[in-house]
Every structure is written in structure tokens, then in C-alpha cells.
């Protein structure tokens, strides 16, 4: 892959929240993509993330009121029927490695986004969600804390990234205008280099 490739990918990665529910994820796929995870760095070595795969409609059903779905859209509570994950990955720390995963949890979860993209996936990194209900749910063992909640799904929305202005004021809230495209602004090069010696 050339680097201009993998820009195209990186700007293809991006949030959806609406997805074509009937078009299921296989457990197969969901596999692949965490596999990607045993190739990312980790601290100290100590690989202490696990994954807990969520593909059947029923334990989608379960999952999806636990979650919270875009802090910025307060009147939204989320997809509705049809427009849903096709699946989740709920990743967990697991504590007998340690009670911090250091920087692992976004390394591999953007090795999944971008795994996602390549299979015409999209995705949307949860981090507000119900964890002692969703530890229920998925009758996982105290010693795994669910971190993050992965929904997936084939996207069912387009994104657009939008320049900002660069200015102390700008704008950097994502936005959904009535024709139902989501916006996404990305400051500009130039305000992310503080300097070049």
C-alpha cells in the first residue's frame, strides 16, 4: 500500500450511525477484524484487551438501549428500527493483565475501523453506555470492564469531512443537515504543526 492509499482510508474511516440493518454481519467477519488487533503495538506487551463479538439480532436487541449514541445530537436517541447495528464488538479489559491498557484500546480500535472500510463496513466507537448492564447482558466474568462498544454495520448514511477555519472559534462540532448528510469538520494542517525547527 502507498501512503496516498492509506490517506484515502484514513479519510474514509469515518463515524456512521445509521446502518442497513437486514444486511447482517457473520461472526466470520467480526473474527477478521479482531484479528487485526494481535498485529497493533501494545504496552508493555501485555495484549490485555478481549473482544466479546455480538452478531445475532436478538443480542443486538439487547444491547443497542444500553448504549448512548451522539453527545452532540441531545434530542436523538439513537438509530431507529432498521437503520441499526448489524453487530457489535464489545471491548474489554481484562484485569488479570492489569488495570490499564495504556494506549491499546484506541490503537486497535482504529485497526478495526480501517479493517471494516476495506469490507464496505462502517462503525461507531461508543463510549457512553450502561457498563454493569451491558456486564449482565453479555454475562461476562468481573474481570472483564467493557471499554468500549463498537457498533457495525453497512453504512446506511453518508459522511462528509469538512474543512474548519483554523481559528481559536472555529466550529469542530459534527453537524447533520436536513438532507441527512452527517459533517464532520477537521481542523486544518497548519494548526496541528506548533512549530518546525
Known amino acids: 500500500m502507498d501512503f496516498d492509499s492509506l490517506r484515502e482510508l484514513m479519510m474514509a474511516d469515518r463515524t456512521v450511525r445509521r446502518f442497513r440493518e437486514n444486511e447482517r454481519v457473520s461472526v466470520e467477519t467480526a473474527e477478521r477484524l479482531v484479528e487485526l488487533t494481535r498485529y497493533c503495538a501494545s504496552g508493555r506487551n501485555a495484549q490485555p484487551l478481549k ?5 445475532s439480532a436478538g443480542k443486538c436487541a439487547e444491547v443497542f438501549p444500553l448504549l448512548k449514541w451522539a453527545g452532540y445530537f441531545s ?7 432498521g437503520e441499526r447495528p448489524a453487530a457489535y464488538l464489545v471491548q474489554c479489559l481484562d484485569t488479570e493483565y492489569g488495570n490499564d491498557c495504556l494506549c491499546d484500546d484506541g490503537l486497535q480500535l482504529e485497526a478495526i475501523t480501517l479493517g471494516m472500510r476495506t469490507l464496505g463496513l462502517a462503525g461507531c466507537i461508543i463510549k457512553a453506555f450502561n457498563a454493569v448492564k451491558l456486564q ?3 454475562e461476562l466474568d468481573a474481570r472483564f470492564k467493557p471499554r468500549y462498544v463498537l457498533a457495525i454495520g453497512y453504512p446506511a ?3 462528509k ?5 483554523g481559528s481559536a472559534e472555529a466550529d469542530f462540532k459534527y453537524y447533520r443537515t436536513p438532507d441527512g448528510i452527517h459533517h464532520v469538520p477537521k481542523r486544518p494542517l497548519e494548526e496541528l504543526i506548533l ?3
Do not use: A, K
Open 161 to 165: 469531512i469538512e474543512e474548519m477555519d
Open 157 to 159: 448514511e453518508e459522511v
Open 195 to 197: 512549530r518546525r525547527n
Open 75 to 81: 434530542w436523538w436517541d439513537g438509530p431507529d428500527e
Open 136 to 138: 449482565e447482558v453479555l
Open 51 to 55: 473482544y466479546v463479538i455480538v452478531t
